[in-house]
């Protein structure tokens, strides 16, 4: 099946939208896109919720728009700008509902709570009124969430209706804004009250999709469905959000569809390539078999200016790799009205489109992912532990970190339960100790953080620790420390960590004839010093700057489950200097994780080298794009090499061609430069 462009586009609600819907449709069939995605009002041309004329009129440009473009040939959604409203910007509101409120307590003047029942009555008859047009989907959009709406600091969720029912659901007469905050957010283990917020913006979230798919299948029958675009997963999991339930609230006859956020928003560095690949893959293993997969190119402000071409091309390559259903295109200034005015952006599409449906003939939806898996827990916040009150953000935690790290040194990853995974952070206080039992009976790399919050929940014998402490790389606010070398060159507190020395027999297999090897640690926020059980195998050595033993940098151990399990002393390993030492300990480490039957393809030969492995019956399915701005030649050491693999090289903005591979013992190695933002595929049986 070719690959689908959903193509989002403003029109204005004035007496020449027909015109424009006219032009759109010719701009559509010239660039071989398959659905329009209409935005009414936005951004620029938003005045706030309005009713009467102006509401009217907006319905009328929408429907008459609809007829023109569907009779054009093409599908046809509609993107209602706000569901809450995305920010104030100026705006106020004109319809009387009770306004959002942040943890600080600042009230929003055009952002209504989802607790506002005169909201929830409007919104449900908005998109009931809209469900009796020929459309295909009616998307919610992203600001359908508690967080992120400025000028508010967090966002929402602290309004008096909302209060009111967290009091009810607490058993209190009263709770007010600033008790439960500091409630919620206070350090150490976290009271009840933070899951019991979460349960009660979960429940008025879920009551309000639920209004709205059922108004808009009343009036639209089988013809409509419902879409959600998401956002990050660590603020989703602060709101308390149940991904099931919420896709299960809005779907209508058994559909729903999914515009998961992935792409930067404007120009960024090629490794970032590394963030898409994560969100699409995390976003997968949350949503139900049932939704459709359309993830949304990100654009912003809407120009060419914003966003090369390019690393629009090699987004496009990434959602289709994810095995997404449409590509959904922000490519159009919101505010020109004239599709027919940017005539690159077509010749951007045509351009694009050879790589995309080489992949979609490629790679089935059905594919499964395969590498190091990364759980993510949905309810991740509600264990967080906090060092000081009152900041809802360092609720959030997610799986992203280990993703960048992994993938940005050659590592494939998976939202799926896999032989080898990788827990980071605080992310270790959110499973249950038979989930940690199951991962510590295979293979499991944790950094400094998730080791100490393991250590403190009793696993320390199970991970060769027999104590562990983070030390801060500042002192915590009033905290004095005080210590310096002691004489005889013994280490004292002050004496700073700085660099992680190794020998080369650690190297991947790279013998350096003695020679020693030092890394940074010097920038690492904390690391965790440890003490280790006998059996364990220290890989390498934290140094202070004056070159004395800090404490074990990396260890590797064999456990009583018959696990194996792989420890860093770094508490932010994605902010670890990236370099070739760090990656042939990194593979070290994930061959010795795998055991004595290694499966997994890793990546050398270049800066940012990010894979993407997948299977299905036609077979493995392995994918390298190049997140570095110069050419590389990519390595792919293979435990088993495939006896007949196909190469394909996806430069952007061309047509695929094939690529020149040399087989040896260690893997493969493509001949020939892959360029910036370029992909090699690999495909065996």
């Excluded at 260690?666 to 090699?680: C, F, Y």
């Amino acid at each position: 099946m070719p690959a689908r462009y959903h193509l989002r586009f403003q029109l204005h609600p004035t007496p020449q939208a027909a015109r424009q819907a006219e032009e759109l449709a010719k701009f559509c069939t010239q660039a071989r896109v398959d659905e329009v995605v209409l935005l009414l009002g936005a951004e620029e041309f938003h005045t706030g919720r309005q009713g009467g004329q102006a509401e009217e009129l907006a319905f009328e440009t929408a429907a008459s728009a609809t007829k023109i473009l569907r009779e054009a040939g093409l599908s046809v959604s509609l993107n209602p700008w706000v569901t809450v409203g995305h920010a104030d910007r100026g705006r106020t509101d004109t319809l009387g509902f009770a306004p959002m409120v942040d943890p600080d307590g600042r009230v929003a003047t055009a952002q209504a709570s989802f607790a506002c029942p005169n909201w929830r009555a409007w919104l449900a008859a908005q998109y009931a009124r809209y469900a009796t047009l020929d459309l295909r989907v009616l998307w919610l959009e992203d600001d359908f969430r508690y967080h992120n709406h400025a000028p508010l600091h967090w966002g929402g969720g602290f309004e008096p209706v909302m209060l009111e029912r967290f009091a009810a659901a607490a058993g209190l007469p009263v709770v007010t804004r600033e008790e439960l905050v500091a409630t919620v957010t206070a350090p150490g283990t976290p009271h009840p009250w933070r899951a019991l917020l979460q349960q009660v913006w979960r429940t008025a979230q879920l009551e309000v999709a639920a209004e709205v798919a059922a108004a808009v299948g009343e009036q639209g029958g089988t013809r409509v469905q419902l879409g959600l675009m998401s956002s990050e997963l660590g603020v989703h999991s602060v709101e308390g959000r149940d991904w099931p339930a919420l896709f299960e609230a809005l779907s209508i006859n058994g559909k729903v569809a999914h515009r998961p956020h992935f792409a930067r928003y404007g120009d960024a560095p090629g490794r970032e390539l590394s963030f898409s690949l994560w969100m699409l893959e995390a976003q997968r293993a949350l949503r139900p078999q049932h939704a459709t997969s359309e993830p949304e190119i990100e654009n912003w402000p809407h120009t060419a200016w914003s966003k090369s071409d390019t690393q629009t091309w090699s987004e496009l390559l990434c959602a289709q790799l994810a095995g997404s259903d449409a590509m959904f295109l922000n490519v159009h200034p919101m505010q020109s009205g004239h599709a027919q005015r940017f005539p690159r952006i077509a010749d951007l599409l045509r351009r694009s489109r050879p790589a995309l449906d080489w992949v979609a003939d490629h790679r089935p939806r059905t594919a499964s992912t395969h590498g190091v898996g990364l759980p993510m827990p949905q309810h991740a916040a509600a264990h967080v532990r906090t060092l000081a009150g009152g900041k809802l953000a360092a609720l959030a935690v997610d799986a992203g970190p280990a993703a960048d790290y992994l993938l940005r040194y050659g590592v494939p990853v998976t939202a799926d339960e896999a032989p080898v995974q990788a827990v980071f952070g605080q992310l270790a206080w959110s499973f249950e100790d038979f989930e940690v039992e199951r991962m510590l009976s295979g293979g499991l790399l944790l950094d400094g953080a998730a080791a100490e919050v393991l250590t403190r929940r009793g696993f320390g014998h199970l991970l060769g620790i027999t104590g562990c402490e983070l030390i801060e790389r500042e002192p915590v606010e009033g905290e004095l420390v005080e210590g310096e070398l002691v004489e005889g060159g013994a280490l004292g507190p002050a004496d700073p960590y700085a660099l992680e020395y190794v020998t080369g027999e650690h190297l991947a297999g790279e013998h350096l004839a003695g020679e020693d090897v030092h890394l940074s640690v010097n920038v690492q926020p904390a690391l965790a010093r440890f003490t280790l059980s006998p059996g364990a195998d220290t890989w390498t050595t934290i140094l202070t700057s004056t070159q004395h033993a800090w404490g074990p940098g990396r260890f590797v151990f064999h456990n009583e489950l018959g696990g194996r399990v792989a420890v860093l002393a770094a508490t932010a390993p994605n902010l670890l200097p990236y370099d070739d030492d760090g990656q042939r300990l990194l593979h070290a480490m994930v061959r010795f994780l795998e055991g004595e039957e290694p499966t997994l393809p890793l990546v050398s030969g270049g800066p940012h080298l990010l894979p993407h492995l997948s299977h299905s019956e036609r077979g493995w399915l392995l994918a390298v794009a190049n997140g570095s701005a110069d050419p590389a030649r990519p390595r792919i050491a293979l435990p088993t090499a495939p006896t007949a693999p196909g190469a394909t090289l996806l430069t952007p903005l061309t047509p695929p061609i094939s690529a020149r591979i040399e087989k040896h013992h260690r893997g493969l190695t493509l001949v020939q430069d892959l360029p910036h933002r370029g992909w090699l595929i690999l495909d065996w049986h």
